[in-house]
């Protein structure tokens, strides 16, 4: 059974950075495609960054480009998703994923870790 569980959302301030943490288990977290999506107020869910296996290529949503990095360590079978210079249109619900799916299905992906940012 694919689990994986997010955490270190909290509040920042416009400008501030935060740093989500992704545990996964039940499946070869190291063979497997990787992504982050998000949820805003009101809004669908939108695709931030993926991170392929092997290599480890990324990409993201031109919104995360230059702020966002996404990384994986596959030892501790944990993927991150490091935000700087947050914006206050960062704020969402943040969900990692496994595979690139877009949406994620409901099975993939986690409940999600609250990012609010706010002055």
């Known amino acids: 059974e694919v689990q994986v569980v997010e955490s270190g959302g909290g509040l920042a301030q416009p400008g501030g950075s935060l740093r989500l943490s992704c545990a996964a288990s039940?499946?070869?977290?190291?063979?497997?495609?990787m992504t982050w999506v998000r949820q805003a107020p009101g809004k669908g869910l939108e695709w931030v960054a993926r991170?392929?296996?092997?290599?480890?290529?990324?990409s993201y949503a031109d919104f995360a480009k230059g702020r966002f990095t996404i990384s994986r360590d596959n030892a501790k079978n944990t993927l991150f998703l490091q935000m700087d210079s947050l914006r206050i249109e960062d704020t969402a619900v943040y969900y990692c994923?496994?595979?690139?799916?877009?949406?994620?299905?409901?099975?993939?992906r986690g409940q999600g870790t609250q990012v609010t940012v706010s002055l």
């Open positions: 994923a496994k595979g690139s799916d877009v949406p994620p299905r409901d099975d993939a």
């Open positions: 991170i392929s296996s092997g290599r480890g290529v990324t």
């Open positions: 039940g499946f070869t977290f190291s063979s497997a495609t």
